[in-house]
Each structure stands twice: as structure tokens, then as C-alpha cells.
């Protein structure tokens, strides 16, 4: 298997334009997890999905954060507007049954 | 609220010592999660930790679980330079958090 893929790898955007992140979890995987990492504020959880339905959305920081998971092998983390505080790395992980979680390589963003 | 304390931040360690890495929980929690993170890399899944005196080993690193004292730890056995990183533990109870991290150096 691949791994967790995501894409894209870097993204530069202005604020107020509309950002989509892109997961492809592990075939088999039942669960999803989107975590977001900066200096200050460290690691966090934002949002995870069991069997493509979102289970803890309580991370996401504000509306202008949405994300989905049309099927078992596809997640969007969407930002809409973007504001310069939410540049960071954000990483995409998979797991079976919440045992080992799988990480993708991220997604650096920065919002200029 | 879920609080994760993790100790010490930063070890610096010769090439051949033990040494332990301490995380502490507030509240209860369904499992405890340990990883790895090179500088610039994703992040390294190491251990999963359900139960109470929960103990898992891989090579040079040990974790085990106490849910009685909300505590964590991550041996290290015989330090070798390719140990060097940071090393998270996160902690899943009604919500998840991680510590904020100890960076690991081992010296020749």
C-alpha cells in the first residue's frame, strides 16, 4: 500500500481565498483523523471520521473550517475564507479500529 | 477538560544511557498514543496503550500505562543517535490531546 496520500504537499494562498485540502486513507482503514500542528498551539485534532461519518468535529476552530468524507477512500478539509493564522501543517491519518494511526505527510500551508 | 503534561520538553542523553519520558493525563481516558516526529516529518506512530498496566516494547523503546495515576511513560533503553526527534504522547478520552512534546538528543 501507498500510504496515507495527501495533497497538496505545500499551498500559498491570500487570505480570503478558499482552501481544499486532499486525503486518500489506507485501504481498509475505517477511521480518519485530521490534526493540524503550528509552534504555538503545538498538535491538534480537528476532526475524525469512523466509516466515513464524522464522530468529533469539536477541534475545528471556527466555520470557516468544514470537512467531509464522501467515501472510504477520499477526505476534503476545506477552508473558506483562509486568514493567515491558519498557516500550519496539516496531516492526514488512518487507522483500523483506532489501533496505530497511519500519518500522511502533510500539507503545509501558508496564508499570506 | 482534558489536560496532557509532558516532562521533561527537552533530554539531552549520551549515546548508551537510559533515561524515561513522563506523560500525565487529568482525566480518564480510553487509550494513550506515543509518537515519533523527525524535524520537517510527518509523524511515526509508535505505541497504542489500552489498559490499565498496559506495556509495549519495540527495539530500544518501552511504554506502559497506569490509569490509576493518569501516567504515562516512554523508556528509553541504551540511547543511540538514530533516537534523536521529538517524541508525543496524546491522550483519548472524551476529546484527544497531545503533550507538547520532548525533544530528544542523544550524543555520541
Known amino acids: 500500500d501507498a500510504g496515507v496520500i495527501q495533497s497538496p504537499r505545500h499551498e500559498v494562498t491570500e487570505m480570503g481565498q478558499e482552501v481544499t485540502l486532499r486525503c486518500k486513507p489506507i485501504s481498509g482503514h475505517d477511521y480518519l483523523f485530521w490534526y493540524r500542528q503550528t509552534m504555538m498551539r503545538g498538535l491538534e485534532l480537528l476532526i475524525y471520521?469512523?466509516?466515513?461519518?464524522?464522530?468529533?468535529d469539536s477541534g475545528m476552530p471556527e466555520d470557516r473550517f468544514s470537512a467531509k468524507m464522501p467515501n472510504a477512500s477520499f477526505s476534503t478539509l476545506k477552508i473558506q475564507p483562509s486568514e493567515p493564522r491558519d498557516s500550519a501543517v496539516y496531516f492526514c491519518a488512518s487507522s483500523f479500529r483506532r489501533q496505530l494511526q497511519y500519518f500522511g505527510p502533510g500539507t503545509r500551508l501558508t496564508v499570506t | 477538560e482534558l489536560k496532557v503534561e509532558q516532562n521533561p520538553l527537552f533530554l539531552s542523553m549520551q549515546e548508551g544511557k537510559n533515561y524515561t519520558i513522563y506523560c500525565n493525563y487529568s482525566t480518564t481516558s480510553d487509550r494513550l498514543y506515543w509518537y515519533r516526529q523527525d524535524p520537517g516529518k510527518s509523524l511515526e506512530s509508535l505505541f497504542v496503550?489500552?489498559?490499565?498496566?498496559a506495556v509495549k516494547q519495540e527495539g530500544r523503546l518501552m511504554a506502559s500505562l497506569d490509569t490509576k495515576a493518569r501516567l504515562s511513560t516512554l523508556h528509553i533503553t541504551a540511547a543511540v543517535h538514530d533516537l534523536s526527534a521529538t517524541y508525543f504522547c496524546?491522550?483519548?478520552?472524551?476529546?484527544?490531546?497531545f503533550g507538547a512534546g520532548t525533544r530528544l538528543t542523544v550524543k555520541p
Open positions: 496524546a491522550v483519548s478520552g472524551n476529546d484527544m490531546r
Open positions: 471520521f469512523n466509516n466515513n461519518v464524522p464522530i468529533d
Open positions: 496503550l489500552l489498559s490499565n498496566g
